[in-house]
């Protein structure tokens, strides 16, 4: 890489060598391809298969990991770039710079000083005006910091993870299905002495709660690359699920269904299960200590919500203020300004506390207008702002929402602490992100 003075260029540093929509395809098919030929050569040279199994446990094997591969190669290929391009419409110029300038500070500070636009000892706040004033940089570092997180290499492993356990399981299940005499066939079909039934009913539950997870997460925009992990570990567990289920008892069809109908069930609500059989305890204690409540005073969010949030580690409306709504999006699937919207409700209940929910009939439970009031209060009536609403009389709208706050304080002492609390509303970075995004939308 060429170097002047030092520094890399502004095109080396951000050239975007990521893979188009076509070019994705391919990969991936390609990948896809040459798992099959590799399981081909394995059961033929390695394991040595009878031609009759090997032709039937190829043609299962291929067959399956089509059905399991086109659903993700086609989202990482078409719907992934919808998904991107919902993020690129809501954050430009000035809403991108505060997004970095809130959660990527020392790579957009970092990426300032390679491309010679802030020096190594810049004073200050100097750093925001920069990234103010370089809106491509800014748009290029964003790129740069999403494909890192969930382009199309983070997904390269756990894709062929997920193509090589489910090739193998078909193999399994060809095999157990052509040779179902351990003692007197090939012995690689022989799963711990299972009968065949069992062990088609449980991977075959698997192989159904993974294709429909994840065409519902594609359909979502939500797939993540952690989802791909549980997928090959749901699939891996199928087999010694099954044995579980033959030493609890014998003889009956009971068994099978038993199988299929845990088989369909994601690996959190086996653990669930689990739990449940052996810790007793532990589960009263999780009752007792749940949090959906807290979540379920933020407007909008409902019990699935909660359960999304919280299998992504997010139980407080502490974590949700703190969180970076771009990831969260991503990990949830939920759009991206529903996302913020719940980071604006936040802020407000972070410093308020329950007596947010009283200032939802004046419009005030959200940070932006909470913004714009303290911004006609600093400029007074006649401010002029591009995008911002006209604010009449806004001591009036203060004594308001102080005598539903404090409803039995003085009224002095009350407005005095209101007008505090709401200009530290309006001083979070979070405040000034979200009135950068969406100003004339009052709604937030």
């Not at 086109?70 to 690129?88: A, D, H, K, M, V």
């Not at 299972?194 to 797939?223: C, E, N, Q, T």
């Not at 007596?355 to 911004?375: F, K």
Request: glycine share 6%; net charge neutral.
């Amino acid at each position: 890489m060429e170097e002047s003075n030092g520094k890399r260029t502004r095109t080396q540093l951000f050239k975007e060598s990521h893979f188009k929509p076509r070019g994705r395809a391919l990969i991936l098919a390609g990948t896809l391809l040459l798992i099959n030929m590799t399981g081909l050569w394995f059961m033929r040279v390695v394991a040595e298969l009878d031609e009759n199994v090997l032709l039937l446990a190829a043609l299962l094997a291929a067959f399956t990991t089509v059905i399991v591969g086109t659903p993700l190669i086609l989202f990482l290929s078409l719907g992934w770039f919808s998904r991107y391009n919902e993020f690129q419409n809501s954050l430009k110029g000035g809403a991108l710079a505060a997004y970095l300038q809130r959660f990527w500070s020392p790579s957009l500070i970092h990426s300032l000083q390679d491309e010679g636009k802030l020096g190594q000892d810049a004073p200050g706040d100097r750093w925001r005006v920069c990234a103010d004033e370089n809106p491509i940089l800014c748009e290029r570092l964003f790129a740069r910091i999403y494909h890192e997180q969930y382009g199309l290499v983070p997904f390269a492993v756990p894709f062929i993870i997920l193509l090589a356990v489910v090739y193998a399981a078909a193999a399994l299940v060809a095999c157990n299905y052509v040779t179902q005499n351990c003692l007197s066939t090939f012995q690689i079909a022989c799963l711990y002495d299972l009968d065949h039934s069992l062990v088609v009913s449980s991977l075959a539950g698997a192989f159904m709660f993974v294709v429909s997870d994840s065409v519902l997460s594609i359909r979502r925009k939500s797939l993540n690359t952690s989802d791909v992990y549980w997928y090959s570990l749901r699939l891996f567990l199928a087999i010694p699920l099954a044995l579980v289920i033959a030493n609890a008892g014998r003889g009956d069809g009971a068994h099978i269904v038993t199988a299929f109908a845990l088989g369909t069930l994601p690996v959190d609500s086996l653990m669930k299960i689990v739990r449940r059989m052996g810790f007793p305890q532990i589960t009263r204690q999780e009752k007792q200590d749940g949090s959906s409540d807290k979540l379920l005073v933020l407007e909008g969010v409902t019990l699935p919500v909660v359960a999304t949030l919280e299998a992504e580690g997010i139980s407080s409306i502490e974590q949700v203020a703190t969180a970076d709504p771009v990831l969260l999006s991503i990990r949830t699937g939920f759009p991206f300004r529903f996302t913020l919207r719940l980071g604006s409700q936040a802020i407000v209940r972070r410093h308020l506390g329950e007596n947010a929910a009283r200032l939802l009939p004046v419009g005030l439970a959200d940070v932006v207008p909470v913004y714009l009031l303290v911004q006609a209060l600093t400029a007074g009536p006649s401010m002029d702002s591009p995008g911002f609403p006209l604010i009449e009389t806004p001591d009036l709208i203060v004594e308001n929402a102080a005598a539903r706050l404090f409803p039995s304080e003085d009224d002095a002492q009350r407005q005095a602490v209101t007008k505090m609390k709401f200009r530290q509303i309006a001083a979070e970075e979070y405040t000034a992100m979200l009135a950068r995004i969406t100003p004339p939308d009052i709604g937030l």
